[in-house]
């Protein structure tokens, strides 16, 4: 499956954005997908996961309560609404598939096999 995110911009603090990620064909819907960011001079890090129905999601605690991950299946889109934003959500966002893991969340990168090309999210304090 081949994702692209998108969504990203410069906002100022305490403003929301939504971020987009579509799936190139539907094996999507059988796969848990997340949400990784990395900031410059970091490492990549997870910010939120869903399973394959969306009835769990796990937040980083860093987004919890401010940040939402949701997939609609039928049309191959996965979403994360960032509200709140804070200067240190500045990073590149990407989107991901572990295709091993449909009901289970993980929060190790090297565990997703699918990854986009990132979307750049620029928050200004």
């Known amino acids: 499956v081949q994702l692209q995110a998108s969504g990203g911009g410069l906002v100022q603090a305490g403003s929301s954005l939504r971020l987009s990620c579509a799936a190139s064909d539907h094996s999507f819907s059988i796969y848990a997908v997340g949400w990784f960011r990395q900031a410059p001079g970091k490492e990549r890090e997870f910010v939120a996961g869903i399973n394959v129905d969306g009835g769990t999601t796990y937040y980083a605690d860093s987004v919890k309560g401010r940040f939402t991950i949701t997939r609609d299946n039928a049309k191959n889109m996965l979403y994360l609404q960032m509200n709140s934003l804070k200067a240190e959500d500045t990073a590149v966002y990407y989107c991901?598939?572990?295709?091993?893991?449909?009901?289970?969340?993980?929060?190790?990168?090297?565990?997703?096999?699918?990854w986009g090309q990132g979307t750049e999210v620029t928050v200004s304090s």
């Open positions: 991901a598939a572990d295709q091993d893991r449909g009901y289970k969340l993980v929060t190790d990168l090297y565990s997703y096999d699918y």
